[in-house]
């Protein structure tokens, strides 16, 4: 039974994290997919909503700014505004030029978000980070939470605590995976609906011609800002999720830029850009190959370290992540080169045909 | 005077920043090369510069434990060009040119992944750990010392300054001769203005590139051990963080004009250096832990105020 729990507990928390990373591609399908923006600042965008959520959420401490108390969806809410806020700042600058200077102006901003949240140690801890991130129903159980309303509604300090203490330590993982799957598909059924309203269609006729958009009398900078702003708050908010399930951030390892940024684009290319079911099988594929592949090496390593005993294989295991890394790699210009479009390659919404014969058109 | 304000502005900030302008201009060389040449912006060229370095303590490290020589880090760095040379042009034809007819940014992602390929091969080969590249503490020449000394303006140079700023202006010389004198220079040149003018006029383009390549490798490698002998040791992110200012230094200079690309990476150097000079006050102008986004902030208002660059360079 305990096997069985500590099974399905996996397969919950691969759900969970797979699902932030769904969030992250479904932001970069807008940018990417929808308008052709290209985007490489991906982990800064998700630094400042999970710093944005941590400083509005954390308890008081005397290491960062903190003791706000905000709500959690309001703290949420203002992750994205920021994350949007400053993706329009680097938007009105870059956008006009051609999308390589993009790529470069958004791998520097994720540098300068970097830079600024490890140097302002009085707002955020400096490199050391911040530490006891409230969860979404976790969060139930801390006391600050359940003495204000709406909680101390329903019961006393002392009914609560005798509440929460029936249940399983796990109690709150299928919720929050439960939370997390539900925005996803929200997001989902928001794009789709995007993509095929005039707006969508925009902005595919931007990306595939540019000239022949600006000449029908669209506004492409502003249509591009657009996809670009609404990106960058769809990743503040996979932001903001993130650092509730690590509840540790800091500026160093958890948002590497390389790392989260590049398994994103994997992500996005291997499940089809333009494509958002593509893009959330992408994201859930690929997450699992590297969640799954992690345990096998080092189990294989195991076997190994056990055959040969002179062997470290702590080493080892730390080479063989980034041979991993050095895979998922190749991984991904292998399917650059074979399968551009990816595994789901867009498809573009019904315009005629049916549509023109039953006259709704 | 030299004492209250001149031997620590010249001797702290002046040359330090100088030193890493050259290292930011090698860099810079390369990448507006194949800016303008190959047309997109190669992210994998700060990984070549730190895979160059490591290739060339690896050539002194086997020097010194196989045959007891001890080589110094720019004889070492001889086998590294060709191997760095040798990767571009690996990369370039099973990575790159399979997208050249199409839209330029899926090289762009090409290039991206390749720099996450390079350095995870660099981390999974030697390590993630810094290494020591040259032990020891750099001491200042002695003769520039004392000559300097006796007229009352001590400038403490270690050597390996000496070193990186003679280099830097060798291949700078090389670089003029080449692009302006010989044939394939011009020829980088001509497809650099015009790259369907300059076919039809019988430059054979992926000759052209190669010697791109060539080039790009080239001055990376430079860069790459000059900035590993001035940091003294090697990290798989040196790369990485050379990237950004050698962007800026690219698009400063302008996109397509070399020597652009070498003032616009002293003028970084300088202003990185410069920017953390105590002007106004006693502590510095900013804050030491904001010096990397002077690059940042520099490429930025290039990009809005005039984006071809100091040297009208071109714009894609």
């Not at chain 1, 593509?278 to 190959?289: P, T």
């Amino acid at each position: 039974m305990d096997m069985l729990i500590g099974y399905s507990l996996y397969g919950i928390s691969l759900l969970t994290v797979g699902g932030i990373y769904a969030i992250l591609a479904l932001g970069l399908n807008i940018q990417w997919g929808y308008a052709g923006l290209f985007n490489v600042g991906i982990a800064g965008f998700a630094a400042i909503g999970a710093y944005t959520f941590a400083l509005m959420t954390t308890a008081p401490s005397g290491y960062h700014f903190g003791g706000l108390d905000l709500p959690l969806p309001l703290a949420i809410a203002c992750a994205m505004l920021l994350s949007g806020m400053v993706a329009f700042l680097i938007g009105i600058v870059c956008i006009r030029l051609r999308s390589d200077y993009l790529a470069i102006s958004t791998i520097g901003i994720a540098e300068i978000i970097k830079l600024v949240l490890k140097n302002e140690t009085e707002l955020t801890n400096g490199p050391r980070g911040i530490n006891k991130i409230p969860r979404v129903w976790e969060h139930l159980t801390e006391e600050r939470f359940y003495t204000k309303a709406p909680m101390s509604w329903f019961s006393d300090a002392q009914g609560w605590d005798y509440f929460f203490d029936k249940l399983p330590i796990w109690w709150w993982q299928p919720f929050f995976c439960l939370t997390i799957l539900l925005i996803v598909f929200i997001i989902y059924k928001l794009l789709e609906k995007a993509q095929q309203s005039p707006w969508g269609r925009m902005m595919t006729a931007i990306r595939e011609n540019e000239n022949a958009a600006h000449a029908a009398g669209k506004d492409v900078t502003r249509r591009r800002i657009e996809a670009f702003v609404i990106g960058a708050m769809v990743m503040g908010l996979a932001g903001a999720i993130l650092s509730q399930h690590l509840r540790l951030i800091d500026p160093t390892n958890t948002f590497d830029p390389s790392k989260m940024t590049f398994l994103v684009w994997v992500m996005l290319i291997a499940g089809g850009s333009g494509n958002n079911r593509g893009a959330i099988f992408g994201a859930f594929l690929v997450w699992v190959i590297w969640s799954a592949s992690e345990i096998f090496i080092n189990s294989g390593l195991h076997i190994f370290g056990e055959m040969i005993s002179n062997v470290d294989i702590s080493l080892l295991k730390t080479r063989a992540g980034y041979l991993r890394m050095m895979i998922i790699g190749l991984l991904l210009q292998y399917i650059l080169q074979k399968y551009p479009d990816g595994i789901m390659p867009e498809s573009r919404p019904v315009q005629t045909g049916e549509k023109l014969k039953k006259g709704r058109v | 005077m030299w004492e209250t304000f001149g031997f620590e502005f010249v001797n702290f900030y002046l040359i330090p920043g100088l030193v890493l302008g050259c290292i930011y201009a090698l860099g810079a060389i390369g990448i507006t090369l194949t800016f303008s040449i190959l047309r997109f912006a190669n992210f994998a060229h700060g990984e070549v510069m730190m895979i160059g370095a490591y290739f060339t303590w690896t050539a002194m490290i086997l020097s010194n434990d196989l045959f007891g020589v001890p080589l110094h880090p720019l004889v070492a760095a001889a086998p590294a060009v060709i191997l760095a040379i040798g990767l571009f042009i690996l990369v370039d034809r099973y990575f790159y040119k399979p997208f050249r007819s199409a839209s330029t940014i899926r090289v762009v992602m090409a290039s991206f992944g390749m720099m996450l390929i390079i350095r995870s091969f660099v981390q999974a080969v030697w390590g993630p750990n810094q290494l020591t590249f040259v032990p020891g503490i750099a001491k200042p020449n002695e003769m520039v010392k004392n000559l300097t000394a006796s007229i009352d303006m001590m400038i403490l140079v270690p050597n390996k300054h000496f070193w990186i700023i003679a280099g830097t202006l060798i291949i700078m010389l090389a670089l003029s001769w080449l692009l302006t004198k010989t044939k394939i220079g011009k020829g980088m040149r001509a497809v650099s203005d015009s790259p369907e003018l300059a076919k039809v006029s019988g430059i054979d383009v992926e000759i052209i590139v190669k010697a791109t390549w060539f080039v790009g490798g080239f001055c990376a490698v430079a860069a790459g051990v000059f900035l590993a002998m001035d940091l003294q040791m090697l990290e798989t992110t040196m790369g990485f963080r050379m990237l950004l200012p050698m962007f800026a230094a690219a698009i400063l200079g302008g996109i397509g004009r070399p020597f652009g690309a070498v003032i616009g990476g002293l003028v970084i150097g300088l202003a990185e250096e410069l920017s953390v000079y105590p002007w106004f006050g006693n502590g510095s102008l900013i804050s030491p832990g904001y010096k990397t986004g002077v690059a940042f902030t520099i490429m930025v208002i290039m990009l809005v105020i005039r984006p071809s660059g100091l040297f009208k360079g071109r714009l894609f």
